[in-house]
């Protein structure tokens, strides 16, 4: 499993390039290695004529600081494309012509600068370099251009990026005053489970995990259905497991048999589901167990 695309400009130039190759087929793309000639100017080019540039910015907070580290991205390395490297790029598009010059970036916010890549798309045009088309234009793309291969990829290969609302303590300890009737049963199985003096903090606890573990799983059956059904199944599953424990097995104790349970769920999803982040795992695994705990009828 690879790990976040933005760590580092490394990881988002393999992380594109992926989706490229997806995208346009990997017998119609061509990459250009760190060997060849070094900073180049482009990193990948497919044969229908675009050419692209990986970048990730240091800083995306400022809208201001991001639009000019963009632009400054775009003015050298069209410079590389049309004046410095112009006699490598002459011989490496022989016979094609480059249409568009596109840099890949995460995320940019400034419609100034599409305003920015119009002109210089013209200026590129005027300089009649035989390798540059007459529809020429410079593009900026993220991702989210690309949403069928980013899922393709976000679900087998790197880590799913879930963005849902997480629960704050005060956010819980609200809901529970508003609640105290639904959360009578764990009030009777929480004693069992934790030390003395603890319950309050634990119910805190369990019930943020709760709340949270909702709202994931709001998200994934919204924007990933499919993982949402395999999710529950497993979900669903464990638990018909540990109820039927404590029916049958009166050997260990409580917190033993959950805490057995809590790490076969784990084990579980990440057989089935290897690109789920850790963070999101342990939710799921202590909202099942919260929900189990809300809405269980054994007593043990």
Not at 88 to 100: H, Q
Not at 269 to 277: A, N
């Amino acid at each position: 499993m690879l790990d976040d695309p933005r760590a580092d400009p490394k990881s988002w130039e393999n992380y594109f390039k992926d989706i490229l190759r997806r995208f346009y087929g990997p017998s119609n793309m061509k990459d250009i290695p760190d060997s060849y000639g070094g900073d180049f100017g482009i990193e990948c080019y497919s044969f229908s004529g675009h050419t692209f540039q990986c970048y990730l910015p240091e800083q995306f907070s400022d809208k201001e600081k991001l639009t000019k580290a963009q632009k400054n991205k775009i003015r050298n390395d069209i410079h590389k494309l049309t004046v410095k490297n112009k006699k490598k790029f002459a011989k490496l598009f022989e016979g094609m012509n480059v249409s568009r010059w596109i840099l890949a970036t995460p995320e940019y916010f400034d419609s100034d600068i599409a305003l920015y890549c119009s002109a210089k798309s013209v200026k590129v045009r005027k300089l009649g370099l035989p390798y540059i088309s007459d529809d020429f234009q410079i593009l900026l793309q993220t991702e989210s251009d690309y949403k069928s291969e980013v899922k393709a990829l976000r679900q087998y290969i790197y880590q799913l990026s879930l963005d849902f609302s997480h629960v704050d303590g005060d956010e819980a300890d609200d809901w529970i005053s508003q609640n105290l009737t639904f959360l009578e049963k764990m009030d009777l199985k929480l004693p069992k489970v934790v030390a003395e003096g603890k319950t309050g903090q634990s119910k805190s606890f369990l019930v943020q995990k709760y709340l949270g573990f909702q709202n994931l799983l709001d998200y994934l059956k919204a924007e990933w259905p499919d993982i949402h059904v395999k999710i529950n199944a497993l979900i669903n599953n464990r638990r018909s497991y540990l109820e039927s424990r404590f029916l049958t097995d009166g050997s260990k104790q409580p917190e033993n048999i959950i805490q057995n349970e809590l790490q076969k769920l784990q084990n579980d999803i990440s057989s089935e589901i290897p690109s789920l982040r850790k963070p999101d795992l342990e939710l799921i695994t202590w909202g099942v167990i919260a929900d189990w705990l809300i809405r269980c009828p054994l007593d043990f």
